[in-house]
């Protein structure tokens, strides 16, 4: 039910963000569908439908011009950008063992990151952290430190992780 409940919600959502105004549609039709893209992969609109809301890390739409000046002709009624948590981790675990030596030994011998709390440019994340997270890339990540379990209690009061992991970024400038 709750799938079901999601789907439904979500296509009247695109059906508003998605609706062409009679000048920019060539056909005058309010029914055109935008172009899904699922972690990176072209989709239909109907296999949303295969997702749990709790399993997405982010959606982001793209319309107008930017939507065609990222995905050419197919992003032409507007782009559907899609991750999940699953593909977010994965990107995310593998752009940090990749950057940091430490975090990778640290990330193995924990069997995972259950244990860490993350802050991004001094700032604790919280909430849908792979969601506050998924920007992150190789161009944009600056650097990696590890600190303690007592340098993260009195440096940012989280007393439930054992380790902190500092992420340095520089953020991506917005195309105008």
Do not use: C
Request: zero cysteines; proline letters at 2%; glycine letters at 6%.
């Amino acid at each position: 039910m709750k799938r079901f409940s999601l789907i439904l919600l979500f296509l009247g959502f695109l059906n508003h963000v998605f609706a062409q105004n009679s000048s920019e549609s060539k056909t005058g039709s309010q029914n055109l569908k935008p172009l899904v893209i699922v972690d990176g992969v072209k989709k239909n609109i109907e296999d949303l439908e295969m997702y749990q809301a709790d399993s997405i890390a982010t959606i982001t739409v793209y319309k107008d011009s930017t939507a065609r000046k990222l995905y050419g002709n197919e992003g032409e009624n507007g782009v559907l950008d899609i991750k999940t948590k699953a593909f977010v981790r994965s990107f995310l675990v593998n752009l940090f063992k990749k950057s940091s030596s430490a975090y990778d030994s640290l990330y193995t011998k924990n069997s995972g990151d259950h244990q860490f709390a993350y802050i991004l440019n001094g700032i604790p994340v919280t909430g849908n952290y792979l969601g506050n997270l998924s920007e992150l890339d190789e161009d944009s990540l600056d650097k990696i430190e590890i600190i303690s379990k007592e340098d993260l209690a009195s440096n940012y009061s989280i007393a439930d992780k054992e380790f902190g992991i500092l992420l340095f970024w520089t953020e991506p400038q917005k195309s105008k």
